[in-house]
Protein backbone atom coordinates (compact mmCIF):
# COMPACT_ATOMS: atom_id res chain seq x y z
CA UNK A 1 0.00 0.00 0.00
CA UNK A 2 1.60 3.23 -0.87
CA UNK A 3 0.89 6.48 1.15
CA UNK A 4 0.16 9.94 -0.89
CA UNK A 5 -0.46 14.08 0.42
CA UNK A 6 -3.19 13.76 -2.63
CA UNK A 7 -4.15 10.98 -4.62
CA UNK A 8 -6.81 12.86 -7.68
CA UNK A 9 -9.21 10.67 -9.89
CA UNK A 10 -9.37 11.55 -13.07
CA UNK A 11 -6.66 12.66 -15.21
CA UNK A 12 -8.80 15.37 -17.70
CA UNK A 13 -7.90 19.23 -17.50
CA UNK A 14 -9.29 19.64 -13.68
CA UNK A 15 -7.27 16.68 -12.44
CA UNK A 16 -3.94 16.84 -14.07
CA UNK A 17 -3.67 20.33 -13.57
CA UNK A 18 -4.29 19.95 -9.60
CA UNK A 19 -1.80 16.64 -9.40
CA UNK A 20 0.46 19.00 -10.61
CA UNK A 21 -0.19 22.46 -8.50
CA UNK A 22 -0.15 20.18 -5.74
CA UNK A 23 3.37 18.64 -6.50
CA UNK A 24 4.72 21.80 -7.22
CA UNK A 25 3.53 22.63 -3.88
CA UNK A 26 5.11 19.95 -2.43
CA UNK A 27 3.28 17.13 -1.95
CA UNK A 28 3.04 13.45 -2.84
CA UNK A 29 0.64 12.98 -5.64
CA UNK A 30 -0.99 10.06 -7.37
CA UNK A 31 -3.44 10.37 -10.18
CA UNK A 32 -5.77 7.25 -10.87
CA UNK A 33 -6.80 7.11 -14.36
CA UNK A 34 -8.62 4.23 -15.83
CA UNK A 35 -8.35 5.32 -19.84
CA UNK A 36 -5.34 4.06 -21.79
CA UNK A 37 -3.91 7.78 -21.84
CA UNK A 38 -4.10 10.66 -19.69
CA UNK A 39 -6.15 14.04 -20.25
CA UNK A 40 -9.28 13.03 -19.92
CA UNK A 41 -12.22 13.97 -22.31
CA UNK A 42 -10.74 17.11 -23.27
CA UNK A 43 -7.64 15.53 -24.68
CA UNK A 44 -9.06 12.31 -25.89
CA UNK A 45 -12.37 12.58 -27.45
CA UNK A 46 -13.72 16.26 -26.66
CA UNK A 47 -11.55 19.65 -27.06
CA UNK A 48 -8.96 18.64 -28.47
CA UNK A 49 -9.44 16.02 -31.68
CA UNK A 50 -13.03 18.30 -32.62
CA UNK A 51 -10.43 21.25 -32.77
CA UNK A 52 -7.87 19.27 -35.15
CA UNK A 53 -11.21 18.46 -37.43
CA UNK A 54 -12.87 22.01 -37.19
CA UNK A 55 -8.80 23.32 -38.01
CA UNK A 56 -8.80 21.07 -40.80
CA UNK A 57 -12.36 21.26 -42.39
CA UNK A 58 -11.92 25.44 -42.20
CA UNK A 59 -8.85 25.03 -44.84
CA UNK A 60 -11.05 23.06 -47.15
CA UNK A 61 -13.86 26.18 -46.42
CA UNK A 62 -11.02 28.20 -47.65
CA UNK A 63 -9.59 26.42 -50.65
CA UNK A 64 -13.13 26.38 -51.81
CA UNK A 65 -14.46 29.58 -50.92
CA UNK A 66 -11.62 31.84 -50.76
CA UNK A 67 -8.81 30.84 -52.68
CA UNK A 68 -9.83 31.55 -55.87
CA UNK A 69 -10.96 35.11 -55.00
CA UNK A 70 -7.21 35.67 -53.79
CA UNK A 71 -6.00 34.66 -56.91
CA UNK A 72 -4.82 31.34 -55.86
CA UNK A 73 -5.90 28.68 -58.70
CA UNK A 74 -5.86 25.18 -59.46
CA UNK A 75 -7.26 22.03 -58.85
CA UNK A 76 -9.75 21.50 -55.76
CA UNK A 77 -8.46 18.86 -53.00
CA UNK A 78 -10.30 16.47 -52.23
CA UNK A 79 -11.02 14.86 -48.25
CA UNK A 80 -9.46 11.88 -47.43
CA UNK A 81 -11.07 11.23 -44.67
CA UNK A 82 -8.99 8.35 -42.67
CA UNK A 83 -6.42 10.89 -43.65
CA UNK A 84 -7.75 13.27 -41.79
CA UNK A 85 -8.75 11.08 -38.55
CA UNK A 86 -4.96 9.94 -38.54
CA UNK A 87 -4.15 13.94 -38.19
CA UNK A 88 -7.02 14.19 -35.82
CA UNK A 89 -5.56 10.86 -33.64
CA UNK A 90 -2.02 12.27 -34.28
CA UNK A 91 -3.38 15.79 -32.45
CA UNK A 92 -4.32 13.68 -29.67
CA UNK A 93 -1.61 11.36 -29.13
CA UNK A 94 0.81 14.35 -28.91
CA UNK A 95 -1.54 15.93 -26.43
CA UNK A 96 -1.64 13.06 -24.11
CA UNK A 97 1.91 12.49 -24.28
CA UNK A 98 2.78 15.82 -22.99
CA UNK A 99 0.60 15.19 -19.91
CA UNK A 100 2.70 11.84 -19.54
CA UNK A 101 5.62 13.96 -19.69
CA UNK A 102 4.27 16.57 -17.33
CA UNK A 103 3.70 14.19 -14.89
CA UNK A 104 7.01 12.49 -14.81
CA UNK A 105 8.19 16.33 -15.13
CA UNK A 106 6.39 16.78 -11.54
CA UNK A 107 7.17 13.19 -10.45
CA UNK A 108 3.16 12.67 -10.18
CA UNK A 109 2.58 8.71 -10.14
CA UNK A 110 -0.01 7.57 -12.88
CA UNK A 111 -2.16 4.63 -11.06
CA UNK A 112 -3.83 2.85 -13.87
CA UNK A 113 -6.99 1.45 -13.53
CA UNK A 114 -10.43 2.68 -12.70
CA UNK A 115 -10.55 3.92 -8.95
CA UNK A 116 -13.22 3.24 -6.11
CA UNK A 117 -13.07 4.93 -2.78
CA UNK A 118 -13.44 2.28 -0.54
CA UNK A 119 -13.78 4.66 2.58
CA UNK A 120 -12.04 8.46 2.96
CA UNK A 121 -8.77 8.61 2.93
CA UNK A 122 -8.27 5.40 0.74
CA UNK A 123 -8.84 4.89 -3.00
CA UNK A 124 -8.79 1.16 -4.65
CA UNK A 125 -7.62 1.08 -8.01
CA UNK A 126 -7.29 -2.62 -9.07
CA UNK A 127 -6.37 -5.21 -6.74
CA UNK A 128 -4.23 -2.31 -5.32
CA UNK A 129 -5.35 -0.06 -2.34
CA UNK A 130 -3.67 3.34 -1.30
CA UNK A 131 -3.80 5.57 1.26
CA UNK A 132 -4.54 9.67 0.49
CA UNK A 133 -4.23 12.30 3.26
CA UNK A 134 -6.74 13.63 0.58
CA UNK A 135 -8.76 12.79 -2.24
CA UNK A 136 -10.03 14.86 -5.41
CA UNK A 137 -12.90 13.64 -7.43
CA UNK A 138 -12.04 15.14 -10.87
CA UNK A 139 -14.12 12.13 -12.74
CA UNK A 140 -15.51 14.50 -15.49
CA UNK A 141 -19.03 14.03 -17.41
CA UNK A 142 -20.64 11.86 -20.19
CA UNK A 143 -23.21 12.52 -22.66
CA UNK A 144 -26.78 12.82 -20.90
CA UNK A 145 -28.95 9.90 -22.94
CA UNK A 146 -32.03 11.23 -24.34
CA UNK A 147 -35.46 9.21 -23.69
CA UNK A 148 -36.08 6.92 -26.73
CA UNK A 149 -33.24 7.30 -28.39
CA UNK A 150 -30.66 4.59 -28.20
CA UNK A 151 -26.68 5.34 -28.82
CA UNK A 152 -25.22 2.81 -31.09
CA UNK A 153 -21.92 5.12 -31.70
CA UNK A 154 -22.16 4.58 -35.40
CA UNK A 155 -25.65 5.66 -36.77
CA UNK A 156 -26.27 7.56 -33.79
CA UNK A 157 -23.89 8.91 -32.08
CA UNK A 158 -22.71 11.62 -29.01
CA UNK A 159 -19.86 13.47 -29.66
CA UNK A 160 -17.32 10.37 -28.82
CA UNK A 161 -18.82 9.08 -31.54
CA UNK A 162 -18.95 11.62 -34.24
CA UNK A 163 -15.24 12.00 -33.94
CA UNK A 164 -15.30 8.84 -35.80
CA UNK A 165 -17.27 7.88 -38.12
CA UNK A 166 -16.54 5.40 -40.62
CA UNK A 167 -17.36 7.39 -43.46
CA UNK A 168 -18.86 10.76 -43.96
CA UNK A 169 -22.57 11.46 -43.75
CA UNK A 170 -24.78 12.87 -46.81
CA UNK A 171 -27.23 13.68 -44.41
CA UNK A 172 -26.69 14.28 -40.50
CA UNK A 173 -29.62 15.45 -37.98
CA UNK A 174 -28.00 17.21 -34.68
CA UNK A 175 -30.12 17.31 -31.32
CA UNK A 176 -29.32 20.22 -29.89
CA UNK A 177 -28.22 23.34 -31.05
CA UNK A 178 -25.96 24.23 -28.64
CA UNK A 179 -22.13 23.80 -28.51
CA UNK A 180 -21.37 20.55 -29.08
CA UNK A 181 -24.25 20.21 -31.76
CA UNK A 182 -22.81 23.49 -33.69
CA UNK A 183 -19.45 22.72 -34.09
CA UNK A 184 -19.66 19.12 -34.86
CA UNK A 185 -22.42 19.94 -37.02
CA UNK A 186 -20.72 22.57 -39.26
CA UNK A 187 -17.20 20.19 -39.33
CA UNK A 188 -20.25 17.80 -41.33
CA UNK A 189 -21.32 20.87 -42.92
CA UNK A 190 -17.98 21.97 -44.23
CA UNK A 191 -17.71 18.37 -45.55
CA UNK A 192 -19.88 18.68 -47.61
CA UNK A 193 -23.00 16.61 -45.49
CA UNK A 194 -26.62 18.08 -45.08
CA UNK A 195 -26.63 19.47 -41.47
CA UNK A 196 -30.08 19.93 -40.03
CA UNK A 197 -29.91 21.16 -36.38
CA UNK A 198 -33.38 20.20 -34.34
CA UNK A 199 -33.17 22.26 -31.01
CA UNK A 200 -36.17 22.24 -28.81
CA UNK A 201 -35.75 25.95 -27.88
CA UNK A 202 -36.50 28.78 -29.91
CA UNK A 203 -33.15 29.77 -30.25
CA UNK A 204 -29.86 28.74 -30.05
CA UNK A 205 -26.90 28.21 -27.63
CA UNK A 206 -29.20 29.37 -24.61
CA UNK A 207 -27.66 31.02 -22.21
CA UNK A 208 -25.29 33.17 -24.66
CA UNK A 209 -26.73 36.71 -25.77
CA UNK A 210 -29.26 36.65 -28.21
CA UNK A 211 -28.29 38.93 -30.46
CA UNK A 212 -25.26 36.82 -31.03
CA UNK A 213 -27.21 33.50 -31.52
CA UNK A 214 -29.48 35.33 -34.03
CA UNK A 215 -26.42 36.24 -35.97
CA UNK A 216 -24.67 33.23 -35.39
CA UNK A 217 -27.68 31.00 -36.91
CA UNK A 218 -27.78 33.50 -39.80
CA UNK A 219 -23.87 33.04 -40.61
CA UNK A 220 -24.05 28.92 -40.22
CA UNK A 221 -27.63 28.67 -42.06
CA UNK A 222 -25.42 30.86 -44.85
CA UNK A 223 -22.56 28.35 -44.25
CA UNK A 224 -25.47 25.55 -45.75
CA UNK A 225 -26.89 24.65 -42.10
CA UNK A 226 -30.75 23.89 -41.65
CA UNK A 227 -32.32 24.67 -38.29
CA UNK A 228 -35.60 23.18 -36.73
CA UNK A 229 -36.54 25.61 -33.75
CA UNK A 230 -38.61 24.99 -31.08
CA UNK A 231 -38.98 21.40 -31.57
CA UNK A 232 -38.71 18.23 -28.72
CA UNK A 233 -36.95 15.31 -30.84
CA UNK A 234 -39.32 12.17 -29.05
CA UNK A 235 -37.55 9.14 -31.06
CA UNK A 236 -34.99 8.19 -32.90
CA UNK A 237 -35.39 4.75 -34.94
CA UNK A 238 -32.81 3.08 -37.27
CA UNK A 239 -33.64 0.52 -40.07
CA UNK A 240 -30.54 -0.75 -41.84
CA UNK A 241 -27.91 1.78 -40.91
CA UNK A 242 -30.62 4.72 -41.59
CA UNK A 243 -32.33 6.67 -38.94
CA UNK A 244 -35.49 8.27 -38.47
CA UNK A 245 -36.00 11.25 -36.17
CA UNK A 246 -39.64 11.92 -35.19
CA UNK A 247 -40.36 15.57 -32.86
CA UNK A 248 -42.86 17.29 -32.26
CA UNK A 249 -43.17 21.17 -32.72
CA UNK A 250 -44.13 22.80 -29.11
CA UNK A 251 -45.60 25.89 -31.45
CA UNK A 252 -48.85 23.65 -32.54
CA UNK A 253 -47.89 20.13 -31.67
CA UNK A 254 -47.65 18.50 -34.85
CA UNK A 255 -45.71 15.73 -35.69
CA UNK A 256 -42.95 15.56 -38.42
CA UNK A 257 -40.06 12.96 -39.19
CA UNK A 258 -36.56 13.43 -40.76
CA UNK A 259 -34.38 10.77 -42.22
CA UNK A 260 -30.98 10.41 -41.81
CA UNK A 261 -27.45 8.37 -42.20
CA UNK A 262 -26.18 9.65 -39.09
CA UNK A 263 -27.62 11.49 -36.25
CA UNK A 264 -26.14 13.41 -33.68
CA UNK A 265 -27.19 13.72 -29.77
CA UNK A 266 -26.01 16.28 -28.63
CA UNK A 267 -28.57 17.64 -25.80
CA UNK A 268 -26.15 18.05 -22.65
CA UNK A 269 -23.54 16.19 -20.59
CA UNK A 270 -24.20 14.81 -16.90
CA UNK A 271 -21.62 14.06 -13.99
CA UNK A 272 -20.20 10.62 -14.05
CA UNK A 273 -19.47 9.21 -11.23
CA UNK A 274 -20.03 5.88 -11.62
CA UNK A 275 -18.27 3.25 -9.62
CA UNK A 276 -16.69 5.39 -6.87
CA UNK A 277 -18.40 4.20 -4.47
CA UNK A 278 -19.78 7.30 -3.23
CA UNK A 279 -23.34 6.19 -2.17
CA UNK A 280 -21.50 3.86 0.52
CA UNK A 281 -19.53 6.80 1.81
CA UNK A 282 -22.56 9.02 2.17
CA UNK A 283 -21.14 11.52 -0.03
CA UNK A 284 -24.09 14.31 -0.41
CA UNK A 285 -24.88 14.68 -4.02
CA UNK A 286 -27.13 17.68 -5.64
CA UNK A 287 -30.60 17.84 -7.15
CA UNK A 288 -29.21 17.21 -10.74
CA UNK A 289 -26.34 14.39 -9.60
CA UNK A 290 -23.57 16.61 -8.87
CA UNK A 291 -21.48 16.33 -5.89
CA UNK A 292 -22.38 18.81 -3.56
CA UNK A 293 -19.37 21.24 -2.64
CA UNK A 294 -18.45 23.78 -0.68
CA UNK A 295 -16.64 26.76 -1.76
CA UNK A 296 -13.67 25.29 -0.83
CA UNK A 297 -14.66 22.06 -2.76
CA UNK A 298 -14.54 20.00 -0.27
CA UNK A 299 -17.57 17.19 0.13
CA UNK A 300 -20.29 16.00 2.71
CA UNK A 301 -17.32 13.75 3.67
CA UNK A 302 -14.13 14.87 5.16
CA UNK A 303 -10.97 14.13 3.49
CA UNK A 304 -12.90 14.00 -0.36
CA UNK A 305 -13.21 17.14 -2.88
CA UNK A 306 -14.47 17.28 -6.11
CA UNK A 307 -13.94 19.83 -8.62
CA UNK A 308 -14.62 20.40 -12.76
CA UNK A 309 -17.96 18.51 -14.74
CA UNK A 310 -18.48 16.31 -11.84
CA UNK A 311 -19.55 19.42 -8.98
CA UNK A 312 -21.88 22.77 -10.35
CA UNK A 313 -21.59 24.85 -12.54
CA UNK A 314 -20.34 25.21 -16.41
CA UNK A 315 -18.95 22.41 -17.80
CA UNK A 316 -15.72 23.84 -19.52
CA UNK A 317 -11.83 22.08 -19.33
CA UNK A 318 -10.70 25.83 -18.35
CA UNK A 319 -13.13 26.14 -15.25
CA UNK A 320 -12.01 22.42 -14.19
CA UNK A 321 -8.62 23.19 -14.90
CA UNK A 322 -9.05 26.75 -12.67
CA UNK A 323 -10.78 24.41 -10.17
CA UNK A 324 -7.97 21.88 -9.94
CA UNK A 325 -5.26 24.64 -9.10
CA UNK A 326 -7.75 26.22 -6.17
CA UNK A 327 -8.07 23.34 -4.70
CA UNK A 328 -4.43 21.98 -4.59
CA UNK A 329 -3.66 25.52 -2.88
CA UNK A 330 -6.57 25.12 -0.28
CA UNK A 331 -5.03 21.33 0.28
CA UNK A 332 -1.81 23.02 0.60
CA UNK A 333 -2.77 25.89 3.18
CA UNK A 334 -2.83 28.45 0.58
CA UNK A 335 -5.93 30.60 -0.32
CA UNK A 336 -6.75 28.72 -3.45
CA UNK A 337 -9.79 30.87 -5.77
CA UNK A 338 -11.79 30.95 -8.78
CA UNK A 339 -13.50 34.22 -9.92
CA UNK A 340 -16.81 32.64 -11.29
CA UNK A 341 -17.59 35.64 -12.90
CA UNK A 342 -15.03 35.87 -15.31
CA UNK A 343 -15.00 32.53 -16.95
CA UNK A 344 -15.14 32.87 -20.71
CA UNK A 345 -17.09 30.29 -22.88
CA UNK A 346 -15.97 29.81 -26.54
CA UNK A 347 -17.66 28.16 -29.78
CA UNK A 348 -15.09 27.05 -32.03
CA UNK A 349 -16.88 27.19 -35.08
CA UNK A 350 -15.56 30.00 -38.20
CA UNK A 351 -16.45 32.83 -36.72
CA UNK A 352 -15.99 31.80 -33.42
CA UNK A 353 -18.18 33.03 -30.64
CA UNK A 354 -17.08 33.83 -27.12
CA UNK A 355 -18.40 35.38 -24.42
CA UNK A 356 -17.32 36.56 -20.64
CA UNK A 357 -19.72 37.69 -17.94
CA UNK A 358 -23.18 39.26 -17.68
CA UNK A 359 -25.59 39.08 -20.98
CA UNK A 360 -27.90 41.82 -21.54
CA UNK A 361 -30.51 39.62 -20.44
CA UNK A 362 -28.99 38.49 -17.49
CA UNK A 363 -28.48 42.84 -16.66
CA UNK A 364 -32.43 43.28 -17.51
CA UNK A 365 -33.28 40.70 -15.30
CA UNK A 366 -31.03 41.63 -12.72
CA UNK A 367 -32.76 45.38 -12.96
CA UNK A 368 -29.10 47.02 -13.24
CA UNK A 369 -28.43 50.25 -15.55
CA UNK A 370 -26.17 49.00 -18.43
CA UNK A 371 -24.70 50.14 -21.56
CA UNK A 372 -23.85 48.92 -24.90
CA UNK A 373 -20.48 49.52 -27.05
CA UNK A 374 -21.34 47.51 -30.77
CA UNK A 375 -18.33 47.45 -32.84
CA UNK A 376 -19.28 45.69 -36.52
CA UNK A 377 -16.08 43.53 -38.23
CA UNK A 378 -17.31 45.31 -40.77
CA UNK A 379 -15.40 48.15 -39.85
CA UNK A 380 -11.97 45.88 -38.99
CA UNK A 381 -9.71 46.13 -42.12
CA UNK A 382 -7.97 42.73 -40.88
CA UNK A 383 -11.23 41.05 -40.77
CA UNK A 384 -12.02 41.93 -43.93
CA UNK A 385 -8.90 41.05 -45.52
CA UNK A 386 -9.45 37.65 -44.35
CA UNK A 387 -13.09 37.28 -45.26
CA UNK A 388 -14.39 37.57 -41.62
CA UNK A 389 -16.39 40.82 -41.35
CA UNK A 390 -19.54 39.22 -40.61
CA UNK A 391 -19.85 39.56 -37.01
CA UNK A 392 -19.33 41.87 -34.07
CA UNK A 393 -17.96 42.99 -30.70
CA UNK A 394 -20.34 44.42 -27.59
CA UNK A 395 -19.34 45.39 -24.00
CA UNK A 396 -21.60 45.70 -21.47
CA UNK A 397 -20.10 48.20 -18.90
CA UNK A 398 -22.61 49.87 -16.17
CA UNK A 399 -24.67 52.74 -17.16
CA UNK A 400 -22.56 55.33 -13.84
CA UNK A 401 -19.37 53.64 -13.70
CA UNK A 402 -18.69 52.28 -17.08
CA UNK A 403 -17.32 49.37 -15.18
CA UNK A 404 -16.87 46.11 -17.56
CA UNK A 405 -19.73 43.97 -17.13
CA UNK A 406 -19.32 41.44 -20.08
CA UNK A 407 -18.57 40.91 -23.63
CA UNK A 408 -19.81 38.68 -26.48
CA UNK A 409 -17.93 38.78 -29.58
CA UNK A 410 -18.69 36.88 -32.98
CA UNK A 411 -16.08 36.75 -35.58
CA UNK A 412 -12.48 36.26 -35.79
CA UNK A 413 -10.53 34.70 -33.24
CA UNK A 414 -13.22 35.87 -30.97
CA UNK A 415 -11.78 32.69 -28.23
CA UNK A 416 -8.89 34.40 -28.05
CA UNK A 417 -10.12 38.03 -28.22
CA UNK A 418 -12.01 37.48 -25.24
CA UNK A 419 -9.45 37.27 -22.99
CA UNK A 420 -8.64 41.37 -23.08
CA UNK A 421 -12.01 41.81 -21.73
CA UNK A 422 -11.48 39.07 -19.15
CA UNK A 423 -8.10 40.34 -17.82
CA UNK A 424 -10.05 43.70 -18.21
CA UNK A 425 -12.37 42.65 -15.59
CA UNK A 426 -10.18 40.80 -13.21
CA UNK A 427 -8.82 44.43 -12.49
CA UNK A 428 -12.31 45.86 -12.57
CA UNK A 429 -11.49 47.98 -15.57
CA UNK A 430 -14.03 50.53 -17.07
CA UNK A 431 -14.75 50.36 -20.43
CA UNK A 432 -13.16 54.19 -20.80
CA UNK A 433 -9.69 52.06 -19.70
CA UNK A 434 -9.45 49.63 -22.28
CA UNK A 435 -10.56 52.23 -24.79
CA UNK A 436 -7.38 54.10 -23.74
CA UNK A 437 -5.37 51.41 -24.43
CA UNK A 438 -3.34 51.40 -27.80
CA UNK A 439 -3.63 48.62 -29.84
CA UNK A 440 -2.19 47.53 -33.05
CA UNK A 441 -3.16 47.92 -36.43
CA UNK A 442 -4.09 45.60 -38.19
CA UNK A 443 -5.21 43.54 -35.98
CA UNK A 444 -8.74 41.91 -34.85
CA UNK A 445 -8.80 43.10 -30.84
CA UNK A 446 -8.72 46.87 -32.67
CA UNK A 447 -12.85 45.91 -32.64
CA UNK A 448 -12.56 45.19 -29.10
CA UNK A 449 -11.04 48.51 -28.81
CA UNK A 450 -13.72 49.84 -30.74
CA UNK A 451 -16.92 48.40 -29.01
CA UNK A 452 -15.02 50.02 -25.95
CA UNK A 453 -14.74 53.16 -27.85
CA UNK A 454 -18.21 53.08 -28.09
CA UNK A 455 -19.48 52.53 -24.63
CA UNK A 456 -17.96 55.76 -24.61
CA UNK A 457 -17.97 59.22 -27.39
CA UNK A 458 -18.35 56.27 -30.53
CA UNK A 459 -16.17 54.00 -32.03
CA UNK A 460 -13.98 55.81 -34.97
CA UNK A 461 -14.70 53.38 -37.57
CA UNK A 462 -18.20 53.03 -37.49
P1 LIG B 1 -25.54 22.25 -24.36
O1 LIG B 1 -26.15 22.30 -23.02
O2 LIG B 1 -24.55 23.27 -24.81
O3 LIG B 1 -26.70 22.22 -25.48
C1 LIG B 1 -27.71 21.24 -25.49
C2 LIG B 1 -28.87 21.75 -26.34
O4 LIG B 1 -29.77 20.67 -26.55
C3 LIG B 1 -29.65 22.87 -25.68
O5 LIG B 1 -29.75 23.93 -26.59
C4 LIG B 1 -31.00 22.21 -25.37
O6 LIG B 1 -32.06 23.14 -25.42
C5 LIG B 1 -31.10 21.17 -26.48
N1 LIG B 1 -32.01 20.05 -26.21
C6 LIG B 1 -32.17 19.36 -25.05
N2 LIG B 1 -33.09 18.38 -25.20
C7 LIG B 1 -33.54 18.42 -26.49
C8 LIG B 1 -34.50 17.67 -27.25
N3 LIG B 1 -35.18 16.65 -26.73
N4 LIG B 1 -34.70 17.99 -28.54
C9 LIG B 1 -34.01 19.03 -29.11
N5 LIG B 1 -33.10 19.76 -28.42
C10 LIG B 1 -32.85 19.47 -27.13
O7 LIG B 1 -24.92 20.76 -24.45
P2 LIG B 1 -23.86 20.11 -25.44
O8 LIG B 1 -23.73 20.88 -26.69
O9 LIG B 1 -24.24 18.68 -25.51
O10 LIG B 1 -22.50 20.26 -24.65
C11 LIG B 1 -22.33 19.61 -23.37
C12 LIG B 1 -21.38 20.36 -22.51
O11 LIG B 1 -20.06 20.31 -23.03
C13 LIG B 1 -21.75 21.82 -22.36
O12 LIG B 1 -21.70 22.18 -21.02
C14 LIG B 1 -20.72 22.54 -23.16
O13 LIG B 1 -20.43 23.81 -22.63
C15 LIG B 1 -19.52 21.61 -23.09
N6 LIG B 1 -18.71 21.78 -24.28
C16 LIG B 1 -17.98 22.91 -24.43
C17 LIG B 1 -17.27 23.14 -25.56
C18 LIG B 1 -16.52 24.41 -25.70
O14 LIG B 1 -16.30 25.07 -24.70
N7 LIG B 1 -16.16 24.83 -26.91
C19 LIG B 1 -17.23 22.17 -26.66
C20 LIG B 1 -18.05 21.05 -26.42
C21 LIG B 1 -18.75 20.86 -25.26
Same mark, same amino acid.
Given at each position: MAKF??I?? $??????? /?????????????A?A???????????? /?????????????????????? @??????????????????????????????????????????TWLKGWATIP?? +?KVQVGDETHEA???????????????????????? /???????????????????????? $??????????????????????????????????? @???????????????????????????? &????????????????????????????????? +??????????????????????? &??? +???????????????????????????????????????????????????????????????????????????? $?????????? +???? /?????????????????????????????????? @????????????????????????????????????
Amino acid at each position: MAKFDLIVI $GAGPGGY /VCAIRAAQLGMKVAVAEGRETLGGTCLN /VGCIPSKALLHATHQLHEVHEN @FEKMGIMGAKPKVDWPRMLAYKDDVIGQNTKGIEFLFKKNKVTWLKGWATIPSA +GKVQVGDETHEARNIVIASGSEAASLPGVEIDEKTV /VTSTGALELEKLPKKMVVIGGGVI $GLEMGSVYARLGAEVTVVEYLDRLIPGNDGEVAKT @FQRILKKQGMDFILGAAVQAVTVKRGKA &SVGYTLRKDESEHVIEADCVLVATGRKPFTQGL +GLDKLGVALTRRGQIATDAHYAS &SVK +GIHAIGDVIEGPMLAHKAEDEGMAVAEILAGQAGHVNYGVIPGVIYTTPEVASVGETEETLKEAGRAYKVGKFSFM $GNGRAKAVFL +GEGF /VKILADRETDRILGAHVIGPMAGDLIHEVCVAME @FGASAEDLARTCHAHPTFSEAMREAALACGDGAIHA
